[in-house]
């Protein structure tokens, strides 16, 4: 669902996917032609031959319905399921001859890699004697981790994960510093994969440690204060031929200090009664406590612990929650706690809690709850950085530890600020700053003073007074205003119809925010209207919005999306044959939902990832989290919600669907490939107009985090030739 999702649905991070003339460089060797689409009529595709896909005779019973589920076998895992390996094979043989005929693929895929050649760079974080920050050359598959002893000298090179593979597909997937700096865990992540195997580094001579640690996901790691080990939690090793798709369970807490084995590592915290629970670990500012905070889903619903340090196999003590409320832990002044929580307050506060009593009576207000949603709070020198969204777009203030405001932090205009990292000593912060026409900067932030000062700014080929961006808010079926995000070349004629990518996600409290992307930038340079919606189930603007797009609500997501296409068309900036919609893992399924509910609105469909079976989705890996936003088809009431809408399950032979390009991967054990191998055949066979239906199945990758840059590349290169094919052109 992104450039580099990355990823999404567990407190994750996610986007992704766009020249001509008309900016201020020309494309060299490139024509108007070959690129612009405009409204001269639709173009037919050649018959496509599909793949012959077997049916199966499974019929399942749902509280008295019968529902049957004739592509069950491609549920099987690809890697050791040889039938389906053989429909991947074929599937992917007719796309991509589909794509070599498309005359403009080879232009687009050379300008996208020309724009996507700058140099990238994650805010610094110092640890110890160095500051530390990742940075990608340009086409650099996996970004490199750099160190420095000031901001001024020459980095050297910390980690270089494109030396651990050939083809790009074993990437560098969480770092953490013990205090001091001196040691290094970081994550390996293979394929794509959420597996995660960890291991340990001596920073100052780069010597790998023996530690290495299996089986976690979810997770990163928590160093004592001593540097002695760290803290973090892990599932059972999964049986063999289960490790891409089954559940994961009974997770469990675990102490591992430096220069021991895994099997000897010390176990902390362990629930055997509640498999589903799940746990993160913090250590507090002054080293005293370990901070366990559970979790049963992707709700910010917790339940908090603590641990002295002096006892680890003593019993936890229970703080806070009882997964009714989001409890996030800042970090501590001796026996006071600090929690950002949306008890008491939808947009979120920031409150103390005292350990000797912890009673809600008790707590204090820091920060109180706004009119606009508290996004992020970080504690660095002693001052909250308060990150709010107003209208998406975000805004940050500092405050002191005991609540007083100190002032608002002075960002670039509309767009996305992020980082603010740091610890209680620190004096300095770092942070980006993006929006959709405006590549990332770097800035270094006082705290003291409030001085700002640029640090790095990204070079890319554009001039942010070439493009407008704008904000639009339009009115859903129930009269719910809906933001939306427009982003398009300033001498564009809006007298006139243009093609346009309406994209959204609308789940898991997750806001889509103004924020810089290459291949958005591409699709604007081709004459094209980039457009985000701010949906209902994101979290744009607090709790409330979040759960009225959830569960017995989910279908506010697709009429506010619905919605947003139908106001595009009135406006008369685009038309159905000429619209895309596009979305990735649950904005999979959204384009999968409003698909099958509206076919004849758009001209083509881009659903990435996508959940698309909606009565099986639990019973995969971490399906089972997910529903907190979907519900369960074991709930009768909420099985009548998920089969109304379930896109797998409401595809009707005989209907013209518009073009489409499902995308996915073979390692994906976040949104199993087999919910868009189920959907791509069942969608072929119900096809009963021209337009293509094709599925891309990329291999050795995942759901999207850590996918080398050639791969995502290639992936967004295709889907834009593929509507370059499909919708109306010249």
Not at 356 to 365: G, H, L, S, Y
Not at 717 to 722: N, Y
Request: net charge negative; aromatic share 12%; charged share 20%.
């Amino acid at each position: 669902m992104q450039e580099a999702h990355t990823s999404c649905l567990l407190n994750i991070f996610l986007r992704r996917v766009k020249e001509l003339m008309f900016s201020r460089n020309l494309i060299s060797g490139l024509t108007l032609s070959m690129f612009l689409v405009t409204a001269a009529g639709p173009v037919k595709a050649d018959p496509l031959a599909y793949p012959a896909t077997k049916t199966v005779e499974q019929v399942d019973d749902f509280h008295g319905v019968s529902v049957a589920d004739p592509y069950r076998w491609l549920e099987d895992d690809v890697r050791t399921s040889p039938a389906v390996r053989e429909w991947v094979t074929a599937e992917n043989e007719v796309t991509f001859s589909f794509l070599e005929k498309i005359p403009q693929r080879n232009s687009i895929r050379e300008r996208l890699t020309k724009l996507w050649n700058y140099e990238k760079f994650s805010p610094p974080t110092r640890r110890g004697s160095y500051y530390t920050f990742s940075k990608n050359n340009g086409l650099q598959n996996q970004f490199v981790l750099y160190q420095q002893d000031t901001l001024a000298a020459e980095p050297e090179v910390l980690i270089d994960p494109n030396a651990w593979s050939s083809d790009g597909t074993v990437a560098l997937a969480g770092t953490a510093f013990s205090e001091d700096g001196k040691y290094l865990a970081y994550g390996v992540q293979d394929a794509g994969s959420d597996w995660r195997t960890w291991r340990v580094m001596a920073v100052e001579n780069r010597r790998i440690l023996p530690d290495e640690l299996h089986w976690i996901k979810f997770n990163n790691p928590s160093w004592a204060k001593d540097g002695s080990g760290f803290f973090y939690a892990r599932y059972p090793e999964p049986v063999e031929g289960a490790t891409f798709q089954s559940l994961n369970l009974n997770q469990q807490v675990y102490f591992h200090k430096l220069g021991t084995a895994q099997a000897d590592d010390v176990l902390v915290y362990a629930r055997p009664d509640e498999p589903t629970w799940g746990f993160s670990t913090s250590v507090s500012d002054d080293g005293q406590y370990v901070v366990i905070t559970a979790w049963v889903g992707t709700d910010d619903k917790y339940q908090v612990y603590y641990k002295s340090m002096a006892d680890l196999t003593g019993q936890a003590v229970h703080l806070v929650g009882k997964f009714d409320h989001e409890y996030s832990f800042l970090g501590n002044d001796g026996k006071t706690f600090y929690f950002r929580t949306n008890q008491a307050a939808p947009k979120k506060r920031v409150i103390a809690i005292p350990l000797e009593a912890p009673q809600p009576e008790n707590w204090k207000e820091l920060i109180p709850e706004s009119a606009h949603v508290l996004d992020a709070v970080s504690l660095v020198g002693d001052t909250f950085i308060a990150e709010s969204l107003q209208d998406a777009v975000t805004k940050v203030a500092l405050y002191r530890t005991d609540g007083t405001f100190v002032r608002n932090v002075e960002l670039e205009g509309l767009g996305s600020a992020g980082g603010f990292t740091g610890d209680r000593h620190d004096t300095e912060t770092f942070y980006s700053f993006s929006s959709f026409a405006t590549p990332p900067s770097i800035y270094r932030y006082d705290l003291k003073t409030g001085v700002n000062t640029l640090v790095r700014r990204a070079n890319v080929e554009i001039d942010p007074n070439d493009y407008v961006v704008r904000q639009e808010f339009i009115t859903s079926k129930d009269g719910t205003k809906v933001p939306l995000f427009l982003s398009y070349r300033k001498d564009l004629n809006l007298s006139q119809s243009h093609p346009t990518v309406l994209y959204g996600y609308g789940g898991f409290n997750i806001p889509l925010t103004p924020g810089f992307s290459v291949s958005r930038l591409l699709w604007m340079q081709m004459g094209g209207i980039h457009v985000t919606a701010n949906l209902r189930g994101g979290g744009e603007y607090g709790e409330e919005w979040h759960q009225a797009g959830t569960r017995l609500q989910k279908q506010n997501v697709f009429d506010d999306f619905i919605a947003a296409a139908e106001w595009l068309i009135a406006e008369g900036l685009t038309s159905s044959p000429q619209l895309a919609i596009q979305g990735g893992s649950n904005g999979g399924l959204l384009v999968g939902a409003c698909m099958v509910q509206r076919p004849e609105l758009y001209g083509a469909c881009l659903p990435a990832v996508g959940v698309m079976d909606m009565l099986r989705f639990h019973q995969f890996t971490a399906g089972r989290f997910w529903t907190d936003d979907y519900g369960s088809a074991e709930n009768p009431e909420e099985f009548a919600a998920l089969f109304r809408y379930s896109p797998y399950h409401n595809l009707k032979p005989g209907t013209k669907y518009p073009a489409t390009l499902i995308t996915t991967a073979d390692t994906d054990d976040r949104v199993v490939p087999g919910h868009s191998f189920k959907f791509a055949a069942r969608l072929q066979a119900c096809q009963a107009g021209d337009a293509p239906v094709l599925i891309r199945i990329e291999t050795r990758a995942g759901h999207g985090a850590g996918k080398p840059t050639s791969k995502i590349i290639e992936e967004a290169a295709d889907q834009w030739a593929f509507l370059v094919k499909v919708l109306q052109m010249e």
